[in-house]
């Protein structure tokens, strides 16, 4: 970097300490872009001019910002208006004339934490005009980004800003690369998310836990009412009544088989009900087993065990692995029975990746539903359709369930 540009970055960032919405004039714009290629920041606007040339709408990194340099990442969910080179800015910057970025230039103001430690970005980064973040969306942007965390060698915390940045973290990002950073979350700095008050205090919280990973200390990331307020009151009780709709379905169907049966294998390759059920307990004692405070993959746990035949197909075998099987279910109730309104806002890992209470219990539901309706469908070709007990409406009782429930 040349003295001439390294003395107008430090003007340019003399000014953005000094104000918030220091990009709304085309003076300000044209400034920083001519910093946009300094060495700190090449590196990444390198990326952006080659995906640019591919034809996407893809803001410049802010030279006010640390680029390679920086220390924590603030990742946001997609670029609004005024970041997109036509009717705003160009930049992924704090110093946006727009709603968001005060809040966000406040926050780090007040958080004590320099622009020139952090990097700012979007899991998508491409300009949406309004249309909605896809699932495609997400994947694509996680791609882009692990070509953006490569680069900056000196990171150590990354603050999620937002659902949908929260969820392509968890889903869609190489989990080796996501395991060399501490994290932290907070809710999007826009004005129409929630109360001002809120907003400020989720944002404040994420980055003194960026803060303390900087200073080498550790931070404990305790309840945060932010969740609270977006949870419904009643989560916790309609999880509980999930699961215990998920183990009556379950009991339901294997309780209609002969041991015989319940040990059978369909078809070469496929698992019998025995072997489902083990598994299914396997996973739920250590998933749920210190659920607040241990990894949910426990290190004592043999998952490829759980899917080997039992070698017996005994009473006493199916006692055996009914047990294991209450006993996964006592220690989920225990899990989820336990939990509190505060706790909701708290992160567990699975296998080292970071998930919201809320991600982690939907997870299990989701795993356990695939697992209990393959149950149901070996169950119901072993016993047969003639001699088969509905749990659910039978096929062609729905006119007459529907006037017994709704008096029609």
């Not at 390679?68 to 160009?90: C, N």
């Not at 900087?214 to 999880?239: C, E, H, R």
Request: some cysteine.
């Amino acid at each position: 970097m040349s003295d001439i540009q390294e003395s107008d970055l430090n003007l340019e960032r003399k000014r953005s300490a000094e104000q918030s919405r220091t990009l709304a004039s085309a003076d300000a714009i044209q400034r920083r872009m001519a910093l946009r290629l300094c060495t700190h920041v090449r590196p990444l606007n390198e990326l952006v001019r080659n995906w640019n040339a591919e034809g996407m709408s893809v803001p410049w990194f802010d030279p006010i910002g640390g680029g390679v340099d920086a220390k924590v990442l603030f990742l946001l969910q997609d670029p609004g208006k005024m970041a997109d080179g036509v009717e705003g800015s160009g930049f992924i910057s704090h110093d946006n004339d727009d709603t968001a970025a005060p809040r966000v230039w406040e926050a780090f103001r007040d958080a004590g934490i320099s622009r020139e430690l952090v990097v700012t970005w979007n899991i998508v980064p491409w300009y949406l005009n309004d249309k909605g973040i896809k699932v495609i969306d997400m994947k694509n942007g996680c791609r882009m980004l692990e070509l953006v965390l490569m680069q900056c060698t000196k990171l150590k915390h990354v603050v999620l800003g937002g659902s949908k940045s929260q969820e392509a973290w968890c889903r869609y990002m190489d989990t080796d690369l996501m395991s060399r950073y501490s994290v932290s979350r907070c809710i999007h700095p826009t004005p129409r998310a929630v109360t001002t008050e809120v907003r400020k205090n989720s944002i404040q919280k994420a980055l003194i836990a960026a803060k303390h990973t900087m200073s080498g200390k550790q931070f404990v990331i305790q309840s945060d009412k932010n969740y609270q307020s977006i949870l419904p009151q009643d989560t916790v009780a309609v999880w509980r009544q999930v699961f215990e709709r998920q183990k009556s379905f379950g009991e339901h169907a294997f309780g209609q088989l002969s041991n015989e049966q319940f040990f059978a294998v369909l078809s070469p390759g496929l698992n019998s009900c025995a072997v489902i059920v083990n598994h299914l307990a396997g996973n739920m004692l250590s998933r749920w087993t210190d659920f607040l405070t241990s990894d949910g993959e426990k290190a004592n746990r043999d998952r490829d065990a759980e899917f080997e035949p039992p070698a017996e197909h005994s009473a006493d075998e199916r006692a055996k692995i009914m047990g294991r099987w209450g006993l996964g279910w006592s220690k989920l109730f225990e899990a989820i029975d336990s939990l509190t309104a505060e706790d909701l806002s708290k992160i567990v890992t699975i296998r080292k990746v970071e998930h919201p209470v809320h991600a982690a219990v939907a997870r299990q539901i989701d795993h356990y539903s695939f697992h209990i309706g393959q149950i149901n469908i070996i169950a119901r070709q072993l016993v047969g359709t003639e001699d088969w007990q509905w749990f659910t409406i039978a096929p062609g009782g729905t006119k007459a369930f529907n006037k017994e429930l709704m008096g029609e």
